[in-house]
């Protein structure tokens, strides 16, 4: 199986979390942001992220994500295909009062 690169950017306080604001992931060709959120959360689901990165619905109601600059609740949503080059943007909503 062909095997693509891509990259994951943490924005915000995000990257606080992961200690990093870049990273790239190798996955298979055909890959969808769920497996996006599957690498991710084996890679830093220790470190807190685990509400975010593997939550019951699929995607945590706290993050966006973006390919390519668009919000993939406009694609496909977790079902959305990412290529190699692509760039997977991480942005937390901020909530409070």
């Known amino acids: ?13 995000l990257s606080s979390f992961t200690n990093e604001r870049r990273v790239e992931l190798e996955l298979p060709e055909g890959s969808s ?3 996006v959120l599957a690498a991710l959360h084996q890679r830093y689901g220790n470190k807190g992220t685990e ?13 966006v994500m973006m390919v390519n600059g668009v919000d993939i609740r406009y694609m496909d949503g977790i079902d959305t295909i990412v290529k190699e080059g692509d760039v997977v943007v991480c942005l937390p909503i901020i909530m409070g009062g």
């Open 51 to 63: 509400r975010i990165f593997n939550h019951p619905r699929g995607l945590s109601p706290a993050l």
């Open 33 to 35: 942001i769920a497996t």
């Open 1 to 13: 199986m062909d095997m693509e690169k891509i990259a994951v950017e943490f924005l915000s306080a």
